[in-house]
């Protein structure tokens, strides 16, 4: 019962502010002033009518906002799936350009050796990890063969002491293993390069007379029948003198940076031997 004459009252209270309104709307068009009893209406009844012009305001602009967030919640997502679309492609197109700026100078340093050669990629390092060594996607099937020298643009980068049909194991110039009988490019000194490190190596039996600099060039001298005479070895980074010693002691710094050996070049020699390891 109670809630039946609470519900009246208000049922009542909205039909006395419909016919007000209606009264006043009635009237407005008269232009005469309010009398005392129209502006004691208008006194009530006005906040309930700014009250429910600003909940009807309120309630339109959350309305439109909402939808209008909606949309631009959308289209940020279609954006940003846009961008990293466009990044992943440009990553892709960089990664095209220098592969081709690779490949361009390994064509180029294919012109000035003037031999045979099998272009491979690098796929890993020796898996023993005893050697400091490369593995290469090109073997047997290719035409290679042990001992084969291999090169990238920038100069020597070893030779071939193992293979298989499909693969073959390519010893670094920067083994300790490793020795290439080399000249300087304008002294025309002869010595031994042979590993030291990932970035140095030594060139032993320097006389020490000869005229070799610090800077000076170090070329394969072609001797040893396994490299081409004229590859480029590296520069040489120190040169030292030691009392009671037949030989200087230098040091080389590769032309080759093995840390991003990707693409190579073996030299087809027709002289190497079938030995395989």
Not at 41 to 47: G, L, Q, S, W
Request: aromatic share 8%; proline share 3%.
């Amino acid at each position: 019962m109670k809630g039946e004459k609470h519900f009246r009252k208000i049922w009542i209270s909205v039909f006395f502010i419909c016919f007000v309104l209606l009264l006043l709307s009635s009237t407005s068009g008269l232009r005469q002033p309010w009398n005392p009893a129209e502006q004691l209406i208008v006194e009530i009844t006005a906040p309930f009518q700014k009250l429910i012009k600003r909940t009807i305001n309120f309630t339109k602009d959350f309305w439109l906002t909402y939808f209008c967030l909606i949309d631009v919640r959308h289209e940020n997502s279609r954006l940003k799936q846009e961008i990293n679309s466009f990044r992943r492609e440009n990553s892709r197109y960089k990664e095209l350009l220098a592969t081709h700026e690779r490949l361009r100078k390994l064509l180029q340093f294919k012109e000035v050796i003037r031999r045979p050669v099998v272009a491979a990629q690098v796929i890993g390092l020796d898996p023993t990890g005893w050697f400091k060594s490369i593995i290469i996607d090109k073997g047997k099937r290719a035409g290679l063969k042990w001992d084969m020298p291999v090169v990238n643009a920038s100069g020597v980068v070893g030779r071939i002491v193992s293979i298989s049909s499909d693969y073959a194991k390519v010893l670094l110039i920067i083994d300790q293993n490793s020795a290439v009988d080399c000249l300087t490019q304008q002294s025309r000194d002869r010595g031994m390069v042979k590993g030291l490190s990932t970035d140095v190596c030594k060139m032993d039996y320097m006389a020490k007379s000869s005229d070799a600099v610090v800077g000076e060039m170090v070329i394969t001298s072609g001797l040893g029948g396994v490299f081409p005479k004229g590859l480029p070895v590296g520069r040489i980074s120190r040169v030292k003198e030691v009392s009671g010693e037949f030989f200087k002691k230098i040091e080389v710094t590769p032309s080759v940076d093995f840390s991003k050996l990707e693409e190579v070049l073996v030299i087809q020699t027709g002289n190497s031997n079938e030995k395989e390891k």
